[in-house]
């Protein structure tokens, strides 16, 4: 069964970029500490000491048994540094920690598909600038060059080795993080929410319900499914925000519309009018939003300690205190307040490029769009789309590609 699983993940998920789009080596030791001017000779009989420094390499390594690389292809920064993980399973994943002078949150970002970190690099740092928060972010194994090949069980032991390199080498705490998923991400992002009790936050950005859900109408979760994130989100007890464009043609906006609805402690929700899979970075919505939350994160109190002994493998029963501006908003959706929740097994193949969103079917099953259900979806590629003022969240977002149009696409069956 495994064997079928892994086949299913490895023809619906995974594209890494090839070739990577930086290189990793290791740091160039430090330069010896020079001789003292007037050093006095020692006495008679006395040990010689040692110069601090002298004829030892500085090793900079991690609790958590990580060890510090260097970035190559990639802007080098004084506040970026890069590391070695070892995951349970074996493989060495690269991650990289940006960090940021005065920040109290730290934002673990699991990013979408066919994107590793030399084309994450910018976003990341810009993140973490306009955001105020630490920020880690990796690639999943064989991505960039992080070893082992993808799978969905290797995505989780990942980030379970990156928030443990957190909290074990950066002094974060489980109280202070966020957890931030993008498309694919999004799977590895509530796998560990799930099973934090004292989270901070998680943000959903463009998230799927299920691999399969991608792909096919099902009615049902099955055995071979992967990411089964419509199962997990219930289990997260920290504040959920979800960011969906609504002219997404890879992972339709109903996605992101279930979870928000199955979230227990649900944030105002962001549906951006006219976005697409790869490019809601690029509206001014998108950063204004995110520092709005952040900003009420930072601001609400960590989640109380739990009970162990009271404590098991479900949801806890208590109530999870909610951000300040969630009450603000009632926490309710700008677009569904008063619709029914968005089924979840009506979803067709993302091939069908060509065809409208705003369909027919989902209209007679009361799932009108509120946003333009007669609108014809904008191409994946609208890159001579007019974009809006993007100053605050520099410019060179509009050359960087985050993820790949075609990263749900089913592959062929014969063949690599």
């Not at 994107?115 to 960039?144: C, I, K, R, W």
């Not at 677009?335 to 705003?358: A, F, I, L």
């Not at 769009?369 to 100053?391: E, G, L, N, T």
């Amino acid at each position: 069964m495994g064997a079928v699983t892994s086949t299913v993940a490895a023809r619906f998920a995974f594209f890494p970029p090839s070739p990577p789009s930086y290189g990793v080596e290791q740091p160039s030791p430090p330069p010896p500490p020079p001789p003292p001017a007037a050093a006095a000779a020692p006495a008679a009989g006395a040990a010689a000491v040692e110069p601090e420094g002298e004829g030892k390499e500085k090793v900079k390594g991690g609790g958590d048994g990580s060890r510090v690389v260097e970035l190559t292809g990639v802007p080098r920064r004084g506040n970026v540094e890069a590391r070695r993980l070892r995951t349970k399973r074996g493989t060495e994943v690269v991650a990289m920690h940006v960090r940021q002078a005065g920040a109290k949150l730290t934002l673990l970002y699991s990013h979408g598909n066919a994107a590793d970190l030399g084309q994450m690099y910018e976003l990341f740092v810009e993140l973490s600038s306009h955001l105020n928060v630490n920020l880690m972010g990796y690639d999943y194994s064989g991505y960039g060059q992080s070893s082992g090949k993808p799978s969905e069980q290797n995505t989780y032991a990942d980030i379970e080795a990156v928030y443990r390199c957190l909290i074990e080498t950066y002094g974060a705490s489980e109280d202070n993080i966020i957890l931030y998923g993008q498309s694919v991400g999004s799977g590895p992002t509530l796998d560990l929410a799930s099973r934090l009790t004292r989270l901070r936050a998680v943000v959903l950005h463009s998230p799927i319900l299920s691999g399969l859900r991608v792909m096919y109408p099902v009615k049902h979760t099955y055995w071979f499914d992967i990411y089964k994130n419509i199962d997990k989100i219930p289990l997260v007890r920290c504040p959920v925000l979800v960011i969906h464009g609504t002219a997404d043609e890879v992972v339709d906006c109903s996605h992101g519309r279930a979870l928000w609805e199955l979230a227990k402690v649900k944030y105002e929700p962001l549906w951006i009018k006219g976005g697409n899979h790869c490019n809601l970075e690029l509206y001014p919505e998108y950063i204004r939003h995110l520092k709005k939350f952040v900003g009420a994160i930072e601001k609400s109190p960590p989640p109380p300690p739990i009970d162990e002994s009271t404590e098991s493998s479900g949801p806890s029963d208590r109530a999870p205190a909610e951000p300040e501006c969630t009450a603000e908003v009632s926490r309710k959706s700008t677009d569904c307040r008063d619709k029914t929740r968005p089924s979840v097994d009506h979803r067709h193949s993302t091939d069908r490029r060509e065809k409208p969103r705003g369909s027919t079917d989902r209209r007679d099953k009361s799932r009108k769009s509120v946003d333009h259900p007669d609108k014809p979806r904008a191409s994946v590629d609208q890159s001579d789309r007019p974009r809006k003022s993007i100053d605050r969240f520099g410019g060179m977002m509009k050359s960087v590609r985050l993820c790949n149009i075609d990263c749900f696409k089913v592959t062929a069956t014969s063949g690599s």
